[in-house]
């Protein structure tokens, strides 16, 4: 009575839309279902709910994300048709230790399509001749009976599959984002533009302080044309003073 009260007080303190898995094991069932459980739980994707004295699934909440479900250890006999309708998504399913004798209680789970792992172990249905090979044939769908396929290749742990699946996640985001050059590449090329935008300004300030040196040039070339001018008609005028010096240095020399 204890456990019960303290399972069902953890369930009303929790944010039910907020939990994706809850364990309910050894908490004691009333009329087929565990007070506090219901569909308001509509993230759940993991439900353990191992020995709670469960004879019946009638009462189970629908739980549509639901995909492993535990139910060992209880007292259920059939009823498993309501699985397909409630929890559609199931892919593994834990009957063990249950009271499932025959195959036309298994044949109802034929609706849960995506089921890949069935577990019925210590139930009395084992004990039929051919139990495996007929259970193959009679649900397509699933990969693993009591831990192994039909190849006798045991199922991997639910840790292993999770690593493999978060393995898979890493390798698609590593796809997508590309490879690790391509950022730097673009880096360059960014900076590269950068470069040229800067190189174009230098050129445009380059230009214009060209033509002022152009014409800065043209300037000292014509004072330079000036000063030119200036110094040939002083050289011309010296030697005309020599030209006519030159006569009356002549004169002299012959009145000597």
Same mark, same amino acid.
């Given at each position: 009575m204890e456990m019960k009260k303290r399972i069902t007080l953890e369930l009303?303190?929790?944010?039910?839309?907020?939990?994706?898995?809850?364990?309910?094991?050894?908490?004691?069932?009333?009329?087929?279902?565990?007070?506090?459980? +219901?569909?308001?739980?509509?993230?759940?994707?993991?439900?353990?709910?191992?020995?709670?004295?469960?004879?019946?699934?009638?009462?189970?909440?629908?739980?549509?994300?639901?995909?492993?479900?535990?139910?060992?250890?209880?007292?259920?006999?059939?009823?498993?048709?309501?699985?397909?309708?409630?929890?559609?998504?199931?892919?593994?399913?834990?009957?063990?230790?249950?009271?499932?004798?025959?195959?036309?209680?298994?044949?109802?789970?034929? +609706?849960?399509?995506?089921?890949?792992?069935?577990?019925?172990?210590?139930?009395?249905?084992?004990?039929?001749?051919?139990?495996?090979?007929?259970?193959?044939?009679?649900?397509?769908?699933?990969?693993?009976?009591?831990?192994?396929?039909?190849?006798?290749?045991?199922a991997p742990d639910s840790e292993e599959e999770e690593d493999e699946e978060g393995d898979e996640d890493d390798d698609e985001d590593e796809d997508e984002a590309g490879p690790p050059g391509e950022y730097e590449e673009d880096e360059d090329e960014d900076d590269g533009g950068s470069d040229l935008g800067e190189g174009e300004e230098e050129e445009e300030v380059g230009l214009s302080y060209l033509m002022k040196e152009e014409i800065q040039d043209e300037e000292d070339d014509d004072d330079y044309v000036e000063e030119r001018g200036d110094e040939e008609e002083e050289a011309e005028g010296v030697q005309g003073e020599k030209r006519k010096r030159d006569p009356e240095d002549e004169g002299e020399e012959e009145d000597d």
């Open positions: 009303r303190n929790r944010a039910p839309e907020k939990v994706t898995e809850l364990v309910l094991d050894n908490c004691r069932s009333s009329n087929g279902e565990i007070e506090g459980l +219901n569909e308001s739980f509509k993230e759940l994707e993991f439900l353990s709910m191992a020995n709670v004295e469960l004879t019946s699934l009638a009462r189970l909440p629908t739980l549509s994300k639901l995909r492993k479900l535990e139910l060992s250890d209880n007292i259920i006999s059939g009823g498993l048709e309501v699985l397909a309708e409630k929890c559609p998504n199931l892919t593994y399913l834990n009957l063990s230790g249950n009271k499932i004798k025959d195959l036309s209680t298994v044949e109802a789970l034929q +609706n849960l399509k995506n089921l890949k792992s069935l577990d019925l172990f210590n139930c009395e249905i084992t004990n039929l001749e051919d139990y495996r090979e007929s259970v193959f044939e009679l649900l397509h769908q699933i990969t693993y009976l009591d831990g192994f396929d039909q190849e006798d290749n045991e």
